[in-house]
């Protein structure tokens, strides 16, 4: 294992302490919702804001850790700088605790999603272009082609993630301004940067699988890079209309969501059609945990964020549901379902990596995976069903709005039935990785200068080997003159 990989393991153990977090907040902010009268430390605003936006940051910080992993490891060499891993990590993770922290205790600023005060969001723009930086340094540098859609799609990713993000730290005077630069963090962060990201790191991770071969996967990310790009930004359209935009940026956005399901349907056809059915039922059991997470993500992509993101964006009933509980299923599935699985299946897959996986973790691994989809599908389904009653109360039988949420109660207590669900999922995964964790304290938090010093020994090791080897040279050198001169004086006697 690179050197560089190993400061990815903190990255992966903090990524699922804020993922089981997320859950226990989440089933909180449930509670509140279905009794709203029942007594809570944390007004409802802060808790939501805190749910919106850890949501987005645990993946954002897991990816990271991720990324730095894959690329080495594609790039064929150690990242650029292994301080820049090391300040990245902690820049990034003084800012969330930061942000999260003064959101509970009522510091917001109002925009949806980035609610958090605005200096703090500066972390965030430091640690991303830390990320980028490393990662170019890194790619200029390796002997691989230039060419390798692996590290391409990864580059291109970590680049918009700074372009979609910078904007926002500026102020506006017109809302409109401001709510059409939200959705470039908000809507295209998702729908491009991180969907650029994880396809290169995906591609990466099952590059590894017998019989897969890196030409059909390279063409496939290729195309898919295309796709991506055409299509994450104009599907942005129909949130441009709600912002305040003209009424053809709905049709624009509904046209392009369309053909948002593609890019993955391309990966999963070229996995299923170069790896061989046999080679899933003879994979370790580290690897079996992290295929049936990255199954949940490419099931919830096409099905959840794909189809119904489409559905949702059709002009005729996108004006209907908009704003409804049906959003929020489209948000569960397309951030935790796509986004979330991935990371948490690849950093297992780093966790692991050189950390034994007991039968007992193994098992209790596959029971957090099956509850996190029992609960989230059980969530979106009251979800969909709560947002389709609002539509036809609202609009059809002319409900007032406190008359709609007496309707749609039973199935806000479903969806927390699913909440805690989903929490028992993500609280065992959590205590599987802490628990590993205890035991393995130095391998998972590394010192830098202990590695550093490694990386010199190993320096050392290999000056001190073609030393050897010049020395073991020499002598055979003057065992074959000496040899040869033996030679010439047996043909001079006869």
Same mark, same amino acid.
């Given at each position: 294992?690179?050197?560089?990989?190993?400061?990815?393991?903190?990255?992966?153990?903090?990524?699922?302490?804020?993922?089981?977090?997320?859950?226990?907040?989440?089933?909180?902010?449930?509670?509140?919702?279905?009794?709203?009268?029942?007594?809570?430390?944390?007004?409802?605003?802060?808790?939501?804001?805190?749910? @919106?936006?850890?949501?987005?940051?645990?993946?954002?910080?897991?990816?990271?850790?991720?990324?730095?992993?894959?690329?080495?490891? +594609?790039?064929?060499?150690?990242?650029?700088?292994?301080?820049?891993?090391?300040?990245?990590?902690?820049?990034?993770?003084?800012?969330?605790?930061?942000?999260?922290?003064?959101?509970?205790?009522?510091?917001?600023?109002?925009? +949806?999603? $980035?609610?958090?005060?605005?200096?703090?969001? @500066?972390?965030?723009?430091?640690?991303?272009?830390?990320?980028?930086?490393?990662?170019?340094?890194?790619?200029?540098?390796?002997?691989?082609?230039?060419?390798?859609? !692996?590290?391409?799609?990864?580059?291109?990713?970590?680049?918009?993630?700074?372009?979609?993000?910078?904007?926002?730290?500026?102020?506006?005077?017109?809302?409109?301004? #401001?709510?059409?630069?939200?959705?470039?963090?908000?809507? $295209?962060? #998702?729908?491009?940067?991180? #969907?650029?990201?994880?396809?290169?790191?995906?591609?990466?991770?099952?590059?590894?699988?017998?019989?897969?071969?890196?030409?059909?996967?390279?063409?496939?990310?290729?195309?898919?890079?295309?796709?991506?790009? @055409?299509?994450?930004?104009?599907?942005?359209?129909?949130?441009?209309?709600?912002?305040?935009?003209?009424?053809?940026?709905?049709?624009?956005?509904?046209?392009?969501?369309?053909?948002?399901?593609?890019?993955?349907?391309?990966?999963?056809?070229?996995?299923?059609? !170069?790896?061989?059915?046999?080679?899933?039922?003879?994979?370790?059991?580290?690897?079996?945990?992290?295929?049936?997470?990255?199954?949940?993500?490419?099931?919830?992509?096409?099905?959840?964020? =794909?189809?119904?993101?489409?559905?949702?964006?059709?002009?005729?009933?996108?004006?209907?549901?908009?704003?409804?509980?049906?959003?929020?299923?489209?948000?569960?599935?397309?951030?935790? =379902?796509?986004?979330?699985?991935?990371?948490?299946?690849?950093?297992?897959?780093?966790?692991?990596? +050189?950390?034994? /996986?007991?039968?007992?973790?193994?098992?209790?691994?596959? @029971?957090?995976?099956?509850?996190?989809?029992?609960?989230? $599908?059980?969530?979106?389904?009251?979800?969909?069903?709560?947002?389709?009653?609002?539509?036809?109360?609202?609009?059809?039988?002319? /409900?007032?709005? =406190? #008359?709609?949420?007496?309707?749609?109660?039973?199935?806000?207590?479903?969806?927390?039935?699913?909440?805690?669900?989903?929490?028992?999922?993500?609280?065992?995964?959590?205590?599987?990785?802490?628990?590993?964790?205890?035991?393995?304290?130095?391998?998972?938090?590394?010192?830098?200068?202990?590695?550093?010093?490694?990386?010199?020994?190993?320096?050392?090791?290999?000056?001190?080997?073609?030393?050897?080897?010049?020395?073991?040279?020499?002598? /055979?050198?003057?065992?074959?003159?000496?040899?040869?001169?033996?030679?010439?004086?047996?043909?001079?006697?006869?």
């Amino acid at each position: 294992m690179l050197l560089s990989q190993k400061l990815c393991y903190k990255y992966v153990v903090l990524t699922f302490i804020f993922f089981g977090l997320q859950g226990i907040v989440s089933t909180g902010g449930a509670l509140d919702t279905a009794f709203p009268d029942l007594p809570n430390p944390v007004p409802f605003t802060a808790g939501r804001s805190f749910h @919106l936006n850890i949501s987005i940051l645990w993946p954002l910080f897991g990816i990271t850790g991720i990324v730095y992993y894959f690329f080495s490891r +594609e790039a064929g060499r150690e990242m650029y700088s292994l301080k820049l891993i090391e300040a990245n990590f902690w820049v990034f993770l003084v800012t969330i605790v930061t942000i999260l922290g003064s959101l509970v205790l009522g510091f917001n600023e109002g925009i +949806e999603y $980035l609610e958090a005060w605005r200096p703090l969001k @500066l972390g965030i723009a430091v640690s991303i272009s830390l990320l980028f930086y490393n990662l170019i340094r890194t790619y200029l540098a390796a002997k691989v082609p230039k060419s390798r859609a !692996t590290l391409v799609s990864i580059l291109a990713g970590s680049f918009t993630l700074i372009v979609f993000f910078l904007p926002n730290l500026l102020r506006y005077a017109h809302p409109v301004a #401001e709510e059409f630069l939200k959705f470039w963090v908000v809507h $295209l962060w #998702e729908e491009l940067s991180l #969907e650029l990201i994880g396809t290169g790191v995906l591609a990466a991770a099952v590059l590894n699988l017998p019989g897969m071969q890196r030409s059909v996967i390279e063409n496939v990310i290729y195309l898919d890079i295309t796709v991506m790009v @055409l299509t994450g930004v104009l599907a942005t359209g129909h949130h441009y209309y709600w912002a305040g935009g003209p009424f053809y940026w709905i049709w624009i956005g509904g046209a392009f969501s369309t053909i948002q399901v593609v890019p993955a349907f391309l990966l999963l056809y070229a996995i299923g059609k !170069t790896v061989k059915l046999q080679y899933f039922f003879q994979l370790g059991q580290r690897e079996k945990v992290v295929m049936v997470m990255i199954a949940s993500s490419m099931f919830y992509h096409i099905f959840g964020a =794909g189809l119904l993101g489409f559905l949702m964006a059709v002009p005729a009933v996108n004006k209907y549901i908009h704003g409804t509980y049906i959003t929020s299923a489209h948000s569960h599935l397309a951030v935790f =379902g796509v986004f979330g699985f991935l990371v948490l299946a690849l950093g297992y897959y780093i966790f692991f990596s +050189e950390i034994a /996986l007991d039968t007992q973790s193994y098992r209790l691994s596959l @029971l957090g995976v099956f509850c996190l989809n029992a609960g989230l $599908l059980v969530m979106s389904a009251a979800l969909l069903v709560a947002g389709g009653l609002q539509s036809y109360l609202w609009y059809v039988a002319g /409900l007032s709005v =406190g #008359e709609t949420n007496q309707a749609i109660f039973p199935w806000l207590l479903l969806r927390l039935v699913g909440g805690l669900t989903y929490t028992t999922g993500s609280s065992l995964l959590t205590y599987i990785i802490i628990k590993k964790v205890w035991s393995n304290f130095a391998l998972c938090f590394p010192s830098l200068a202990m590695l550093e010093q490694q990386r010199t020994i190993t320096l050392q090791e290999l000056h001190s080997g073609f030393q050897q080897v010049h020395t073991a040279g020499s002598k /055979l050198e003057q065992v074959l003159r000496q040899t040869k001169l033996l030679l010439d004086k047996y043909r001079n006697l006869k």
